[in-house]
């Protein structure tokens, strides 16, 4: 009888467009309001789960080097709830590998997360429906929950384990659209999202953007599933701005923008308004999503290069699901 188990997945990150900002339940990750993703074609994370009697402890290989900080308690704590889950004792070599830079401002976390948990789970033998995993996904990162579906998907905030989960809006063949990701920086972002989530609810602000939620989600889903595009680009960039409008009112101040982020966000909109369908949208880092119809993003792309301070655009269109490999 063999003493290992192994098992492989891929998942690609997601960029948000009605963003989770803030845990109702910071342990469970049950999100303070719900969100919705487009999930970002041909960057993939790689990870391969082993559980092997022979090992003392978990292993954590990212890109090849072993982790031994914070990142592979992360990892091991997450793996617990999959041993748990499925009466395993064993303990588990992991194997990580971007195809995209980590500190390139998409978030690794997503496709991270998504990928171990379907990983972790099959290594250990537990064949699970989607939604369960995408609960799974959430314990180890809330917006990993949306990255094991593909296309355009909605996490629904719920109010425990069991009612918070995400689900699939449209598949990514709905819509032709593209994420630019204008790179401003490589370095690593000062405070982690997870810290950034612990501290919405000292924002005066976060009350009425939660208590909005539901509207602006409304608004989302219908753009989306009629391919609305001024109508999700203006629901999408006030949903940005209401999430760092929390950022930099909480207790102490996050400001994650830097002076180029500020300047692509008036470019893009300036292009807007001369009559090119694109819009911004910022995560917890100054790294500016700009997303566009695939026939415009040749030109977009090349409009955001000509830009100084701008190190790089990443090209991503509406990719899949988490999968085994
Ligand atoms: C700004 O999912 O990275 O990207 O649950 O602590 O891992 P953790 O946080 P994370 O938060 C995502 C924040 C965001 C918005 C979003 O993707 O919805």
């Not at 990142?71 to 009466?87: K, N, P, T």
């Not at 996904?137 to 929950?145: E, K, L, M, Y």
């Amino acid at each position: 009888m063999s003493n290992s188990r192994s098992a492989t997945a891929i998942a690609s990150p997601n960029i948000a467009f009605i963003k989770y900002w803030g845990n109702r339940d910071q342990n469970l990750r049950i999100p303070a309001n719900g969100s919705i993703s487009m999930t970002l074609g041909g960057l993939e994370t790689r990870t391969t789960v082993t559980f092997d009697a022979r090992l003392a402890e978990d292993l954590f290989l990212l890109d090849g080097t072993r982790t031994t900080d914070a990142a592979l308690l992360r990892v091991s704590h997450h793996l617990d709830l999959i041993r748990e889950l499925a009466g395993l004792k064993l303990h588990a070599r992991v194997e990580s590998r971007n195809n995209f830079p980590v500190a390139s401002g998409v978030a690794s976390s997503a496709s991270a997360f998504a990928a171990l948990t379907l990983a972790a789970c099959a290594a250990a033998g537990l064949d699970l429906h989607a939604r369960m995993l995408s609960r799974l996904a959430r314990r180890g990162s809330g917006s990993a929950s949306r990255s094991i579906f593909g296309g355009f998907v909605e996490c629904v905030a719920g109010q425990d384990d069991q009612t918070s989960f995400s689900q699939q809006l449209a598949p990514p063949e709905h819509w032709e659209l593209v994420d630019l990701v204008a790179v401003v920086t490589r370095e690593k972002k000062p405070v982690s999202s997870t810290a950034g989530h612990a501290l919405a609810d000292t924002s005066p602000l976060q009350a009425a953007r939660v208590a909005d939620a539901p509207r602006r989600l409304q608004i989302c889903r219908d753009a989306i599933l009629t391919r609305n595009f001024p109508r999700l680009a203006s629901i999408a960039e006030l949903d940005s701005n209401m999430m760092h409008a929390v950022m930099l009112t909480s207790t102490p101040p996050l400001a994650y923008w830097n002076p180029e982020t500020v300047q692509v966000m008036k470019q893009v909109v300036a292009w807007r308004a001369s009559g090119l369908p694109v819009f911004y949208t910022v995560d917890a880092g100054p790294n500016v999503h700009c997303i566009t119809l695939a026939e415009h993003a040749a030109e977009i792309s090349r409009r955001l290069r000509s830009i100084a301070g701008i190190l790089d655009v990443l090209r991503a269109p509406p990719g899949d699901g988490a999968r085994l490999a």
